[in-house]
T-cell receptor
Framework: DGGITQSPKYLFRKEGQNVTLSCEQN?????MYWYRQDPGQGLRLIYY???????QKGDIAEGYSVSREKKESFPLTVTSAQKNPTAFYLC????????????FGDGTRLSIL | KNQVEQSPQSLIILEGKNCTLQ??????????LRWYKQDTGRGPVSLTI?????NTKSNGRYTATLDADTKQSSLHITASQLSDSASYIC????????????FGQGTELSVKP
């Protein structure tokens, strides 16, 4: 079955620690995205990638890093520089084309210990 | 500034009743408007997409409308079911920006028996 898989479902971070969230897709989509979702707010774009080995900052990239070494994979690292990392993180992918939808994974909930 | 505002913030209805959710946007240039359903702890799933020239579109018990002149959209749910309990997110795509999306904050719908 085609789709987007995010892991882990729940993640806890200690002070000063970097953590990496996994996102894998088998939809053969070129574009992939990372969003952050906080209560009462719309999704905010962290990073996106239109093609392998290339990515751009979104609206709230500070304290985060990504890589896109393979078409299927777009991991997000939450670094210790991100002072308020507690949130629900959503990964999405999209086929190129004007009205193509973004397909979302089921998210990773990150909390501070 | 590109913005999407949704109302109400939350809504409680009885099973079998109808309801209408509202979305106002100030996004330019406009490409399309999509409604997503997000179950608790899951990723959003696309319900409908509407382009500039479309006024109404249905997907089962969901009917979306778009007034491009007033920049308003609505999502009407008929004969609500318990499984309709979710957050409904209005998302507007910005034209000529590689699929950039502007997300509303969502309407939390609770359907009670």
């Amino acid at each position: 079955d085609g789709g987007i898989t995010q892991s882990p479902k729940y993640l806890f971070r200690k002070e000063g620690q970097n953590v990496t969230l996994s996102c894998e897709q088998n939809l053969n989509h070129d574009a992939m995205y990372w969003y952050r979702q906080d209560p009462g707010q719309g999704l905010r774009l962290i990073y996106y990638s239109q093609i392998v080995n290339d990515f751009q900052k979104g609206d709230i990239a500070e304290g985060y890093s990504v890589s896109r070494e393979k078409k299927e994979s777009f991991p997000l690292t939450v670094t210790s520089a991100q002072k308020n990392p507690t949130a629900f993180y959503l990964c999405a992918s999209r086929q190129q084309g004007r009205d193509q939808p973004q397909h979302f994974g089921d998210g990773t909930r990150l909390s501070i210990l | 500034k590109n913005q999407v505002e949704q109302s109400p913030q939350s809504l409680i209805i009885l099973e079998g009743k109808n309801c209408t959710l509202q979305c106002n946007y100030t996004v330019s240039p406009f490409s399309n408007l999509r409604w997503y359903k997000q179950d608790t702890g899951r990723g959003p799933v696309s319900l409908t997409i509407m382009t500039f020239s479309e006024n109404t579109k249905s997907n089962g018990r969901y009917t979306a409308t778009l007034d491009a002149d007033t920049k308003q959209s609505s999502l009407h749910i008929t004969a609500s079911q318990l499984s309709d309990s979710a957050s409904y997110i209005c998302v507007v795509s910005v034209n000529n920006q590689g699929g950039k999306l502007i997300f509303g904050q969502g309407t939390e719908l609770s359907v009670k028996p």
